[in-house]
C-alpha cells in the first residue's frame, strides 16, 4: 500500500517569497492533516479536511496561510508571503477516519527554510 | 499552552535494559492517547494507543501506562533494541474533537 506522498523535500526561499507544498494522501482515507512541525516542537495542526471541506482551520494563519483539497484527494498548502518564523517542517497526514481516535499516517514532510 | 508535555528532551538506555519515556497533560478532556516514533528525514509513525477506559494496554516490547488522576501516561520498550532509537512523542485526543495535540519529543538513544 502505498502511503502518503509529499513533495518538495527540501525548500528554501526568502523571506517574502510564496511557497507550495503538495500532498497525496493514501488511497480511499477521507481525512487530510497539515501539520506544522517547529524545529524542537511537536507537530501542530494547521488545517484538517474531511473529503474537501475544512473540518477545522483555527489554527491556520490565514493572513499568509492557504490550503486546498479540490476534489478531495490531493491538497495543497501555500505560505505568501513568507516569513522567516515559517522555517519549520511541514506534514501532511491522513486517516481513514476523523475521529481522531484512528490512527494518522504521516507523510514524510516538505522541510521549508525561509531566509 | 502546551498541554501534553514531555519534560525529558533525550534519554539514552542500554540494549536489552528497559526505556521509560514520560509524558503529562493538562487537559483532563483528553480521552484517547498515542505514542508516534519518528526516524530522521522521516514522518512520525503510530506506534501503540491507549483510551482512557484503560490503564494499560500492550503490544509486543511497547507498554503504554495511563494514570488519568495524574494525568501521566509512560511508553515501556524493553527489551530496548538500537532500532528502536529515534524520537517518541506524545499525542492526546478528545472524542468529538478534531485536534491531535502533540508533545515536543523525545529522543531516545539504545546504546549497543
Known amino acids: 500500500e502505498a502511503g502518503v506522498a509529499q513533495s518538495p523535500r527540501y525548500k528554501i526561499i526568502e523571506k517574502r517569497q510564496s511557497v507550495a507544498f503538495w500532498c497525496n494522501p493514501i488511497?480511499?482515507?477521507?481525512?487530510l492533516y497539515w501539520y506544522q512541525q517547529i524545529l524542537g516542537q511537536g507537530p501542530k495542526l494547521l488545517i484538517q479536511f474531511q473529503n474537501n471541506g475544512v473540518v477545522d482551520d483555527s489554527q491556520l494563519p490565514k493572513d499568509r496561510f492557504s490550503a486546498e483539497r479540490l476534489k478531495g484527494v490531493d491538497s495543497t498548502l501555500k505560505i505568501q508571503p513568507a516569513k522567516l518564523e515559517d522555517s519549520a517542517v511541514y506534514l501532511c497526514?491522513?486517516?481513514?477516519?476523523?475521529?481522531?481516535?484512528?490512527?494518522?499516517?504521516f507523510g514524510e514532510g516538505s522541510r521549508l527554510t525561509v531566509l | 499552552d502546551q498541554q501534553v508535555k514531555q519534560n525529558s528532551p533525550s534519554l539514552s538506555v542500554q540494549e536489552g535494559r528497559i526505556s521509560i519515556l514520560n509524558c503529562d497533560y493538562t487537559?483532563?478532556?483528553?480521552?484517547?492517547f498515542l505514542w508516534y516514533k519518528k526516524y530522521p528525514a522521516e514522518g512520525p509513525t503510530f506506534l501503540i494507543s491507549?483510551?482512557?477506559?484503560?490503564d494499560k494496554n500492550e503490544d509486543g516490547r511497547f507498554t503504554v501506562f495511563l494514570n488519568k488522576s495524574a494525568k501521566h501516561l509512560s511508553l515501556h520498550i524493553v527489551p530496548s533494541q538500537p532500532g528502536d532509537s529515534a524520537v517518541y512523542f506524545c499525542a492526546a485526543s478528545q472524542t468529538g474533537a478534531n485536534n491531535l495535540f502533540f508533545g515536543t519529543g523525545t529522543r531516545l538513544t539504545v546504546i549497543p
Open positions: 488511497s480511499g482515507h477521507a481525512t
Open positions: 497526514a491522513s486517516s481513514f477516519s476523523g475521529t481522531n481516535t484512528g490512527e494518522l499516517f
Open positions: 491507549i483510551s482512557s477506559i484503560k
Open positions: 487537559n483532563s478532556m483528553f480521552d484517547y
